[in-house]
């Protein structure tokens, strides 16, 4: 079986506000087992999943989070949480886990170099937040085929850019596939919270990188 033909096997639709506690629960236990910063922190998946769930309703309300199900079960097997590169952090926030704030860090000072001397305004740049894949159906193409579709799908809607901030070297992969530029770069080993060497567990993973993507129709 061909790429081509595997992506015939799930169905890819927009997220809808009834799919919050599936998406929270996937997310919540893809990041926690697997993304090397959260495995780093300690973040346990009822924890990511708390994070996730303050995005959901924004989520909805903006129509660019895409899901991915099983055509005969309707079991979420992934998702890409994409959100207006432009809007406000939702509330709640400063709830969290405090072991999200070394993470929040690194991710930030990406954030911060990139946007320096950028104005974003609503309508313009995605931001592809949080890919994630069920163990179940890795390896068949699930995650880049909810990148491509997110990108349609914002495309149509009149966004012009895609970032995001690809903390593994999986995603890293995935991204470069799709088209994405590296623009800015962090490493694990040098990054440093309070003093403290957070993320020296996982100096192999490299670092978390910011990358881009112009849209066209």
Do not use: W
Not at 139 to 165: D, F, I, M, W
Not at 187 to 197: E, L, V
Request: glycine fraction near 10%.
């Amino acid at each position: 079986m061909t790429p081509a033909d595997e992506h015939q096997l799930f169905d890819y639709d927009v997220y809808a506000a009834g799919d919050a506690v599936e998406m929270t629960r996937l997310l919540g236990e893809v990041f926690s087992r697997r993304d090397p910063p959260a495995v780093a922190v300690g973040v346990t998946p009822p924890e990511f999943e708390a994070f996730v769930g303050l995005f959901c309703p924004k989520a909805a309300e903006e129509g660019l989070t895409i899901v991915a199900r099983r055509p005969g079960t309707r079991e979420l097997v992934g998702a890409l949480l994409t959100e207006d590169s432009a809007s406000a952090l939702p509330d709640g926030m400063d709830r969290l886990s405090p072991k999200f704030e070394p993470i929040f860090d690194i991710l930030g000072q990406l954030d911060v170099e990139y946007r320096a001397g950028r104005t974003l305004r609503t309508g313009e740049s995605l931001h592809l937040f949080l890919l994630g894949v069920a163990e179940s159906v890795a390896g068949q193409g699930v995650a880049q085929h909810l990148v491509s579709r997110c990108l349609e799908h914002g495309a149509r809607k009149g966004y012009r850019l895609a970032v995001t901030e690809a903390t593994n070297r999986t995603s890293q992969h995935i991204f470069r596939k799709r088209g994405f530029v590296e623009r800015v770069r962090r490493s694990y080993g040098d990054h440093r919270f309070d003093g403290q060497a957070v993320f020296a567990s996982i100096a192999e993973h490299g670092g978390p990188i910011l990358m881009d993507k112009r849209l066209t129709l």
